[in-house]
């Protein structure tokens, strides 16, 4: 499979009406201690950043500020920082920044092992990849292009290996046809959650992504989720008896989110989904679902306020909601193919769960994250200043501490 574009969205430009005067007063309910821990004159962009286990590190992806005269690289690459922090606890920046990704190689959707704090799992093509174009915002065309390189691959690098003045040199988890990437261990680290884009599933210019468990023991793939359209960007629950992820179930772009609970066999090891829920059902894009520590409520983003100001919205997933969804659901009802022997699995959509915006700054907040802990959340946002000579601010990794109050005490219908 050669390389693919997917939700090419027509952007509008935000409402200046609606940009409000002081987005730290607006996001105070539920933030504080903002910081940039990336900036523009080291990263010509940066993004979906992740913690270590102990809270300690992040890694994210991102594209450097070339020398002068050299034009930046058109693909993102995979960096490891330290944290650094005040006498306080506050997040203050970054230190200790290293590319752990092979220079001209494509990276993306890192991750920590949970047991092992040297090894860390992202995708990346190794190589440079199968995909001759520039991803993100297209000028001059209103469209955002992702691309989906056929040699991206789950890799895996020992950091202990990083030798100053050498090349990173990762190693595939596994190998199988097709972009997989947007991987993540499970708490013990032998489950490894990933979407793949299996190019024998390619109809016109649509991927069409499935959701595997790959089981480092055994070596086998365990498919989670199987229908049409591209599911993808998963993650455990806490406890790791529940995932979240987005879909394009409809076709139309409109990412929705989902949950499922997973079915496990008698040596607990997941077999597939017991139930699916659809937890968003609007006409709107919602995508980079990820779970409070609590496994409560999910953090995620939306353009609900325009796709130039995409924000940051938590949703509440409400166990009585879920099983009155769940009760009235017909078992062929928007099945999906799941699991092992890829028996149908009911789809629950639940209606009615409590939302609460989290962010309120013009330009696009996405990718929010937390920290183990649950004390702050980090995501991509273009809130900063734009560079000199340039109309619009980066993206870039923003951090707050997360005040810990109910986030839904002002739900939003």
Request: proline share 10%.
């Amino acid at each position: 499979m050669s390389f693919l574009l997917w939700i090419s969205l027509l952007l509008q430009p935000a409402d200046a009406e609606s940009a409000p005067s002081d987005w730290r007063a607006d996001e105070s309910r539920l933030l504080s201690d903002w910081v940039a821990l990336t900036n523009r004159s080291e990263f010509v962009k940066a993004g979906e950043a992740y913690f270590s286990p102990d809270g300690m590190r992040i890694i994210f992806q991102a594209v450097p500020v070339p020398p002068q005269g050299v034009e930046p690289d058109q693909h993102y690459s995979m960096y490891v920082a330290d944290l650094t922090r005040d006498a306080q606890g506050k997040l203050t920046g970054l230190s200790n920044t290293r590319r752990v990704s092979p220079k001209g190689s494509a990276s993306t959707c890192g991750w920590f092992h949970p047991k092992d704090r040297n090894l860390i799992l992202f995708g990346c093509t190794i190589e440079p990849p199968l995909a001759p174009n520039k991803p993100g915002f297209q000028v001059g065309t209103n469209k955002y292009v992702w691309s989906f390189p056929e040699n991206m691959k789950v890799v895996t690098l020992d950091l202990s290996t990083l030798k100053q003045g050498s090349e990173p040199a990762p190693k595939p988890l596994f190998d199988r046809p097709g972009y997989c990437a947007e991987a993540s261990y499970d708490p013990t680290g032998r489950f490894v959650l990933y979407a793949n884009v299996d190019p024998a599933k390619q109809v016109g210019e649509k991927p069409d992504a499935d959701i595997f468990i790959y089981d480092t023991s055994s070596g086998t793939h365990i498919p989670l989720v199987v229908a049409p359209g591209y599911d993808g960007g998963p993650f455990f629950a806490p406890g790791a008896r529940r995932i979240c992820y987005r879909s394009d179930r409809s076709g139309t772009d409109l990412l929705q989110l989902y949950a499922a609970d997973l079915k496990f066999d008698s040596g607990q090891v997941p077999s597939g989904i017991e139930r699916e829920y659809q937890l968003t059902s609007n006409e709107h894009v919602n995508w980079g679902p990820f779970w409070n520590p609590s496994g409560e409520f999910l953090v995620y983003a939306t353009s609900e306020m325009g796709h130039r100001n995409y924000e940051v919205f938590a949703l509440k997933v409400d166990p009585a909601l879920l099983e009155a969804a769940a009760a009235v659901a017909s078992p062929q009802a928007g099945a999906v193919r799941t699991g092992v022997n890829l028996a149908p699995a009911p789809t629950a959509t639940v209606p009615g769960l409590p939302r609460a915006r989290v962010t309120f700054a013009a330009g696009a907040d996405v990718l929010p994250v937390f920290s183990p802990d649950g004390g702050w959340m980090i995501w991509t946002a273009q809130r900063s200043e734009p560079a000199p000579g340039e109309t619009k601010p980066s993206s870039q990794v923003w951090a707050a501490r997360w005040k810990g109050v109910d986030p839904f005490a002002q739900s939003v219908k």
